[in-house]
Nanobody, 124 residues
Framework: QVQLVESGGGLVQAGGSLSLSCVAS????????MGWFRQAPGKEREFVST????????SLADSVKGRFTISRDNAKNTVYLRMNSLKPEDTAVYYC?????????????????WGQGTQVTVSS
C-alpha cells in the first residue's frame, strides 16, 4: 500500500507560478513511476505529467509543455510539479498517482494509488 499526500495548491493570478509536492509513504518509492493528473469542474480527469522511477523519462501533456516541469527526489519520497505561466484553464484539482513497476504512463487506468488532490485556482 502507498499513501500519497499532495500539497502546494492555492490561488494565483494568471501568469503566476505554483509548485506542487506529493509525498509518498508505505512502500519503496523508487519502485514506482509517478504521475500528475487534474480534474476541472464538470470535466473528466486528465493526464498532466509523468516521470519514470529513476527520472530518466518524463512526459507532459501538450497543454502544459513549456510551462510545467515534473521532477522527483527518491531520497525524500517526493514528486514535484513546477507550474509556470499559469492560465485560468489550468484551474483544477491536481492529483498525484503512483504506478507499480517504474515505467511511466499517461493512462489513468495504469495507476495503482492516488492522493486526495490539491486545488489550484488561476484567476484571470
Amino acid at each position: 500500500q502507498v499513501q500519497l499526500v499532495e500539497s502546494g495548491g492555492g490561488l494565483v493570478q494568471a501568469g503566476g507560478s505554483l509548485s506542487l509536492s506529493c509525498v509518498a509513504s508505505g512502500r519503496t518509492f523508487s519502485g514506482y513511476a509517478m504521475g500528475w493528473f487534474r480534474q476541472a469542474p464538470g470535466k473528466e480527469r486528465e493526464f498532466v505529467s509523468t516521470i519514470s522511477w529513476n527520472s530518466g523519462i518524463t512526459s507532459l501533456a501538450d497543454s502544459v509543455k513549456g510551462r510545467f516541469t515534473i521532477s522527483r527526489d527518491n531520497a525524500k519520497n517526493t514528486v514535484y510539479l513546477r507550474m509556470n505561466s499559469l492560465k485560468p484553464e489550468d484551474t483544477a484539482v491536481y492529483y498525484c498517482a503512483a504506478k507499480r513497476g517504474g515505467t511511466y504512463s499517461r493512462r489513468i487506468g495504469d495507476y495503482d494509488y492516488w492522493g486526495q488532490g490539491t486545488q489550484v485556482t488561476v484567476s484571470s
